[in-house]
């Protein structure tokens, strides 16, 4: 029996304005859990044409192969780490992201660490809250002009973070497997070696993807390499650092401080080590948990309906054969 609309599975909320739009032209339907068998019984019963996901669950070869009616799987964000791309090209399934969704609400989050760190913010609160003013003799802070700033991955949210840094009169150094000649020129930026970019830097911030190339990019031996009065930001994802190494180089001293958004687990137990370290400050995977940066990530209903309309997506992360 011929379906009247499209289905397409949403494994978590978007924003209202793209749930109507979708809802005008397609039946949405939503699964009770997030595990992967759960994901293919479901897919497989309703026979879903498309999948939009978030953070939770994922999007393998097993839930591929329950759903031989699916054309794409948008991410709801940027990461598509939880997405098995090779086999949704296998599969002949468009995936795509929103790479512009986050890239001003991460770069002001990283910002944000950046000057806390800095300026030793969280410690002087809880200073003055103790009546510890005192702590004024003991404050370490300092200035960000003229120190020199590491990008990890000069993307879109690395290019971002750049543009802040120059309102700060900060050096910019930079490491991606691309090379980018006008960004190098517009920020007075070299590009570099990732062990010359940690030796040199006095901040250091992460904006690549996660995938086989950079899971545990930084371990032991690169934070070795960084400076001991530098800091180290982490608004990508958690597994690019050894957790672990992070917390034994806060609390040996070989590093002075650290500000992370992400984990690994995503949720850390109560007793990881880096809970117990003073120098580090944390977020709550919140960096993009603007109103803003949600309404531009929800725009990956557009390029599902481009593709359930037989047109190509505007982000394809894969390429597709069309009829």
Same mark, same amino acid.
């Given at each position: ?9 949403v494994?978590?909320k ?11 032209v ?6 009770d ?29 097993k839930?591929?192969?329950?759903s031989p009616?699916l054309?794409i ?12 791309i ?8 468009w995936?795509?992201n ?8 991460v ?17 002087a609160? !809880? ?5 510890? %003013? &005192? ?5 370490? $802070?300092?200035? @960000?002009?003229?120190?020199? *700033? ?12 750049a543009?802040?840094?120059q ?26 070696s990732l ?24 371990c032991a ?15 990508? !994802?958690g597994?690019?650092?050894?957790? %672990? &190494? ?5 609390? $040996?001293?070989? @590093?002075?401080?650290?500000? *992370?958004?992400?984990?690994v687990?995503?949720?850390p137990?109560?007793?990881h ?8 400050i944390?977020?709550?995977h ?9 309404l531009?990530?929800?725009?990956v ?13 505007t ?9």
């Open positions: 029996m011929k379906k009247s609309k499209p289905v397409v599975l494994v978590e978007i924003h209202p304005t793209y749930l109507a739009k979708l809802e005008r397609a039946r949405v339907v939503r699964p859990a997030f595990d992967e068998t759960t994901l293919a019984t479901f897919a497989a019963a309703e026979q879903i044409d498309a999948i939009i996901i978030r953070t939770k669950g994922c999007v393998t070869e839930i591929l192969r329950a009616n054309k799987v948008g991410r709801h964000g940027i990461g598509v780490d939880h997405i098995d090779d086999a949704a090209t296998s599969a002949g399934v995936v795509v929103t790479p512009e969704g986050s890239r001003v609400a770069a002001e989050h990283t910002w944000a660490m950046i000057l806390a760190l800095a300026k030793n913010g969280p410690r609160d !809880r200073a003055v809250r103790a009546g510890d %003013y &005192a702590f004024r003799e003991r404050c370490k $802070s300092f200035e @960000l002009r003229g120190k020199t *700033l590491g990008i990890v991955g000069l993307g879109r949210i690395g290019t971002t973070v543009e802040i840094a309102a700060f009169g900060m050096k910019i150094l930079y490491t991606d497997l691309v090379k980018f000649p006008a960004k190098e020129k517009r920020f007075k930026a070299a590009k570099v062990k010359k970019l940690l030796s040199s830097s006095d901040v250091v911030t992460l904006h690549t993807p996660l995938d086989a190339s950079t899971e545990g990019m930084i031996e690169q934070l070795s390499w960084m400076r001991p009065s530098a800091f180290l930001i982490n608004c990508a !994802r597994a690019i650092i050894d957790g %672990y &190494a992070l917390a034994a180089a806060l609390q $040996s001293g070989k @590093l002075e401080a650290a500000g *992370l958004d992400v984990f687990p995503e949720i137990p109560r007793d080590p880096l809970l117990k370290c003073e120098n580090a944390f977020a709550p919140s960096a993009a948990q603007t109103p803003e940066a949600n531009a990530y929800a725009e209903v557009d390029d599902v309906l481009r593709v359930l309309n037989g047109k190509r997506p982000y394809p992360l894969n390429e597709i054969k069309m009829s």
